[in-house]
């Protein structure tokens, strides 16, 4: 138990998707950068699109499986400090509302930009590696590794 703070969790990032609108707000940050990408004079509606996208799914991959560790100081003993933010949430366990909506989000956004770029091989390539390098580290086989010992320490 932890005395004297506001919560009671021993890692508060494993429990802050499920916190109370941050779903909402995720999705509105996400529409907020596509009104912002499609007010640049010079920019097509393809490429807002394919920008959005991918844009998107870098930030996702930055904050998600990237960054380690905790913002907070944590009574975890340092068991935190080696992990990313998508192996801290919900504890690890796989498949939980938070853990698919973060999951389903990339994809519907893909499948959005796939039709408004009218599947243009450019933008098709470009949407789908994009993709692929958001969804490929939140399968379950890649739950602590680290390919070619990127990000290990």
């Known amino acids: 138990m932890n005395v004297g703070v506001a919560h009671s969790e021993v890692n508060p990032n494993t429990r802050v998707m499920n916190s109370r609108g941050i779903w909402l707000t ?3 940050l996400t529409v907020v950068l596509h009104i912002v990408l499609l007010s640049i004079p010079f920019f097509t509606v393809p490429l807002v699109w394919t920008l ?6 870098l930030v996702m991959y930055l904050f998600l499986h990237t960054v380690k560790g905790t913002p907070f100081e944590t009574p975890d003993q340092g068991k935190a400090r080696l992990l990313t933010h998508w192996e801290q949430m919900d504890y690890g366990i796989q498949f939980t509302a938070s853990r698919k909506f973060l999951t389903i989000s990339p994809i519907v956004l893909y499948i959005l930009a796939s039709f408004y770029t009218k599947y243009d091989p450019t933008h098709f390539l470009i949407n789908t590696s994009s993709l692929l390098s ?6 379950p086989q890649f739950h602590g590794v680290r390919i070619f010992g990127i990000n290990k320490y």
């Open 52 to 57: 959005t996208n991918v844009i998107h799914n």
């Open 26 to 28: 995720y999705m509105l």
């Open 134 to 139: 958001v969804l490929l580290p939140k399968l």
